[in-house]
């Protein structure tokens, strides 16, 4: 690994694009105090979450441009967008990899019990949120009760075929504190044999991301008097071989609102991608364009790297 602290993130390009990331909305079941989106149950006016149109836009969009391999959708949970399910079949059909940022809890809110079934019928890949697989660590990051309810979700994903060689489930982990996630080489196993002996439960890989200093974050960190350390810690961990693999370079993110962003941290921080418009987004080859930086970039590039697919080296 090299490691070389630099004073400004290095200038970054776009590659072919091959991924497109929606953001359906910051409604949320959750409230977690890491959420880089600041979702919570309190955002579900019109205004934070997509309308039908600009779903039916997107799908137009991916049936209409071959490179587009996956639809990733996040939010919020993405699920409880009216839209989603409808978004979800209709790029299916067309026959695309549709990833979903799945928190597990949301099976157990009003008419989504029986998402497993539903995903397991599209062929989903899932990623689901796992912090840890001890109680008291999940519920302290992201709520009471959470793990307990995360534990009867993956059961329900495991019974359906999720994570036991019939459709893929992957875990999430992030740190608890202000640190640097271990690599999953190290963490993946311990996760295996502790959820299997413990609660008979199986998953595929373990993702390892780092915290962003974003938001609720960045919030809690600079009330603890910690921002300046971790951001520190970033750069001092900064490792140039995970650049050429970058989300930003192959993904791009489209907002609830149709705005236009390099990924969905700077679809947070408000850093839309200048004069691109979604009607417009194929009718120019976006690749060697410059991607937007900021000081969070740093938290992609410590150590092994960081994306929603986890690692990058
Ligand atoms: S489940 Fe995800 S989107 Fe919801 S509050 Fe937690 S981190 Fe944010
Ligand atoms: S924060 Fe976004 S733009 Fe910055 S390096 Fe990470 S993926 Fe790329």
């Not at 915290?211 to 961990?237: C, D, M, V």
């Not at 370079?249 to 990924?263: E, L, M, T």
């Amino acid at each position: 690994m090299s490691s070389t602290q630099l004073a400004t993130f290095p200038a970054i390009q776009r590659g072919e694009l091959t991924t497109l990331q929606f953001n359906m909305g910051r409604l949320c079941n959750q409230a977690c105090l890491h959420c880089h989106v600041d979702s919570s149950p309190a955002r579900s006016g019109a205004e934070d979450n997509a309308a039908k149109n600009l779903c039916e836009q997107i799908v137009e969009l991916i049936r209409g441009n071959p490179q587009v391999l996956t639809l990733d959708l996040t939010g919020g949970a993405p699920e409880l967008n009216p839209n989603f399910r409808w978004m979800v079949e209709k790029t299916r059909e067309l026959d695309r990899k549709v990833f979903v940022r799945h928190n597990i809890t949301v099976q157990s809110e009003p008419g989504q019990s029986d998402l497993p079934e539903f995903f397991a019928k599209n062929n989903v890949e899932l990623f689901c949120s796992l912090p840890c697989y001890l109680e008291d660590n999940v519920d302290a990051q992201r709520g009471q009760g959470v793990f307990a309810q995360s534990i009867v979700g993956l059961r329900r994903l495991n019974q359906v075929g999720f994570g036991t060689g019939t459709y893929t489930l992957n875990l999430v982990y992030n740190p608890i504190g202000n640190s640097l996630p271990a690599p999953s080489a190290e963490l993946e196993p311990a996760y295996k044999t502790e959820l299997r002996e413990r609660f008979d439960l199986h998953f595929d890989r373990l993702l390892c991301i780092t915290n962003q200093p974003i938001h609720r974050f960045k919030s809690a960190l600079h009330r603890l008097g910690k921002l300046n350390g971790y951001e520190q810690l970033l750069r001092e961990n900064f490792n140039s071989s995970t650049l050429d693999n970058l989300m930003c370079r192959s993904a791009i993110s489209i907002r609830w609102d149709g705005k236009i962003f390099d990924c969905d941290f700077n679809l947070v921080q408000n850093l839309e991608i200048p004069n691109l418009e979604l009607k417009d987004l194929f009718a120019q080859d976006l690749s060697g364009n410059p991607i937007g930086t900021a000081e969070h970039c740093f938290a992609c590039t410590a150590g092994c790297g960081s994306s929603c697919g986890g690692e990058l080296v």
